[in-house]
């Protein structure tokens, strides 16, 4: 499937769990065909039951219901959680289930999207799992999260994209020419966008891609909100130099962090960013888990993807690029926000550190850092495996089955 830009959509800004999860509730509660769900953290708490019964609900009125869950970022669903949904007749599929850490291979390699499409007209993409930790109620470990909700033509590749995803790996790319959307000749009103996603064959680098070209062409304004913060050297080259020649670079990063090693890598390259002019604001109201940036007046992305090797080298992952003026506005009106009240700007002079260090970490990072990508295209890929729960099994003996495969 080709990866091509397409106008007349709508995007609806959905800021943590408060908004996102009710919006989903209430568009599986409306489908009449079928629904396709992915996503990576799915948990056995109020979050996790809730959809459970949404989805329930839909599979008996008649709804085709697939649901995708990878296997290591959902590891602790229980039997009757499973049960439960199969029997209501809801597919769910294992991404690559972990037969256990040394006879693994592709451990990293994870299915990162969180993707959700209903009916083939409305679609749901961003960097929210189901899990209560989503929620403001959950304390000071709630997350601060993005999603959108999408309408309009691109939801169409999303569709075909979700359908592919469930089938066999080799019947993937024959399906895809056979299903490609259609190319229209109207102009419609709306959104031009683009669906992105990144996987370890043809579209490796496409998401990163897709944020440099961004970055290359800025002229006045570039904002990232980004979880976990480590990209290769061409993408800190793209900063470093847009912030030279004048454009505002504004990177919003994890000040609270949910895994302190994030926070100490991404500290590794703030001098490096600092000293060529990027401003670095640190999120500290609780952990940040966006992965949201915009561009000028008109170009946004959000999606599953960090900008990290996890992420832009391993990974699958998937994001909308958008260009619509009202939600470049809407998106910056909530980072503004996020800088100016919850943010703590950090500065060359906050990096207390002795020069020697700093030199030789340089050194390091440069020479790590250019490197990354293609040596992690070095290890191991594997095709795409789901493992399927059906109705007489129980969570353990697809696990079982996962082991025995």
Known sequence: MRQRWVDGNSFSLLENGEAFFPRVYEAIA???????????ILFDDKVGRALQKALVEAAQ????????????????????????????????????????????VHLFRRLHRKLIVIDGTTGFIGG???????LADFGPEAKQDYSVEVHGPIVSHMYSFAQAAVKKTQERRRW??????????????????????????????????????????AQKRIVIANAYFFPGYRFLKALRHASRRGVDVSLILQGNPDMPIVQYAASMLYHHLLSAGVKIYEYCDRPLHGKVALVDDEWATVGSSNLDPLSLALNLEANVMIRDREFNAELGKSLDRLMSESCK?????????????RLTRSYFLFHILRRYPSWMGWLPTHAPSLKAAHRTQTAASVDAAAQEA
């Open 176 to 217: 895809f020419r056979r299903r490609g959307a259609a190319v229209s000749t109207d102009k419609p009103q709306g959104a031009l966008a683009v669906f992105v996603w990144r996987d370890n064959h043809h579209n490796r680098n496409d998401i990163e891609r897709q944020y440099r070209l961004a970055i290359r062409l």
């Open 345 to 357: 700007k950090l500065s060359i002079k906050d990096i207390q550190e002795p020069t020697w260090w």
């Open 61 to 104: 009125r008649g709804v085709e219901v697939d649901m995708t869950i990878d296997g290591w970022g959902s590891p602790d669903l229980s039997e009757e959680f499973i049960s439960t949904l199969t029997h209501a007749g809801v597919r769910v599929h294992v991404f690559d289930p972990a037969p256990g850490i040394f006879r693994r």
């Open 128 to 134: 929210i799992n189901f899990s209560a930790d989503h």
């Open 30 to 40: 409306a489908a009449k065909k079928d629904i396709y769900l992915e996503t990576f």
